[in-house]
């Protein structure tokens, strides 16, 4: 992926057509310009949250065991190649953060405070808020970092503790 070996100085219309065996006038007239392009890109990386969220969303059983669901997807897309490669380049790129921000956050976290609210839990937005920093805590920076991402079952204990802790701290009408 260029944006992962050069970041966003690298992911050029010229070197993306080069990558893909396509023209520049090709890529131009699909996405219409660069930010059209990177819009597309992060477009595609929040819709992969957001289904992975959204399928969580229905994975029966107890409040538990679905938010610790959520949980999982959800840190273990924050923390995918793909994504730590457009959140660094997104660090550097005001245009990128606004698109970052616009289709991943915003999207993403009003659609759990409304999974939270219809599961009995006061103030979704602040308990959402918990539940994220109880969950990321400091994994997202250490990988964006560098830092090898944790393996698919300690990000498992990680979502289930984090999940474990939010429930004790946040009273439901649904427990």
């Not at 991943?104 to 405070?113: A, D, W």
Request: charged share 15%; net charge negative; hydrophobic share 45%.
């Amino acid at each position: 992926m260029l944006l992962t070996e050069h970041g966003t100085d690298g992911l050029t219309m010229q070197a993306i057509a080069a990558a893909a065996g396509s023209s520049k006038e090709s890529l131009y007239s699909w996405f219409g310009n660069r930010t059209g392009l990177l819009t597309e890109l992060v477009q595609r990386q929040a819709d992969t949250v957001n289904a992975a969220v959204t399928a969580a969303l229905d994975v029966p059983g107890a409040l538990d065991s679905r938010l610790t669901a959520i949980a999982e997807g959800l840190l273990t897309l924050l923390l995918s190649p793909s994504a730590l490669a457009i959140n660094r380049a997104a660090m550097s790129d005001p245009d990128l953060a606004a698109l970052v921000l616009q289709h991943g956050r915003h999207t993403t976290g009003p659609l759990i405070e409304s999974y939270l609210a219809a599961n009995g839990i006061p103030n979704p937005q602040d308990s959402f808020r918990l539940l994220y920093g109880l969950l990321v805590r400091d994994h997202h920076i250490r990988c964006l970092l560098g830092e090898t991402p944790p393996t698919p079952p300690h990000l498992h204990t990680i979502a289930k503790t984090a999940v474990d802790h939010f429930l004790t701290l946040v009273p439901t009408s649904t427990r």
